[in-house]
């Protein structure tokens, strides 16, 4: 490779920033505290939504979903899954948890409103919020940058 050729590419990756380490889904892949703790599965909804989990591994283990319309940032989060993580008994509805969130995906969006899931995971999964975001989640900036208003931009910590 020539000097030229080198001083080019090293040029445009600078002006590209961040996003020259290839923002993909399963990059979106990560470990938020030390080595008990992290987002994880990464899918597209379609229509301007997306969803992950969120995983809890230290002397007891919890697992979160949040589902995310990225245009005005709302997002569902709830528990599905935990054990030895306070007082509570254990339980795991994982399972039962996606379905509900399936079923309202496969339906016309219109219907398919975080407060209809709200209510229909009620009994089913626990610790169930609605929340606006001000950052952009990795999964929106992957796959609906356009949808990230006046949010703040999601950059890999790096």
């Known amino acids: 490779m020539t000097a030229r050729v080198a001083y ?4 445009a990756l600078a002006l590209m920033g961040a996003q ?10 990560r470990t938020t505290h030390i080595s008990h703790g992290g987002e994880a599965d990464h899918v ?12 809890w591994s230290q002397e007891g ?7 995310v319309d990225c245009a005005p940032g709302t997002a569902l989060q709830f528990r599905t899954q935990e054990e030895n993580m306070g007082t509570r ?3 795991n509805r994982t399972e039962k948890a996606l379905a509900v969130i399936a079923r309202h995906e496969e339906g016309a969006r219109a219907f398919a409103t975080f407060e ?7 009994g089913i999964a626990r610790d ?3 929340a606006t975001l001000s950052a952009e989640p990795c999964a929106c900036a992957v796959l609906y940058p356009e949808a990230r208003g006046d949010k703040t931009e999601f950059k890999l910590a790096g």
């Open 61 to 67: 283990t919890a697992t979160d979903f949040t589902v």
């Open 8 to 11: 080019i590419l090293s040029g």
């Open 116 to 122: 209809r899931m709200a209510e229909d995971l009620d």
């Open 20 to 29: 020259a380490t290839a923002l993909t889904l399963t990059g979106c892949d």
């Open 89 to 91: 008994l254990p339980f």
């Open 44 to 55: 597209d909804l379609g229509q301007g939504r997306v969803m992950w989990r969120d995983w």
């Open 128 to 130: 169930i919020t609605i």
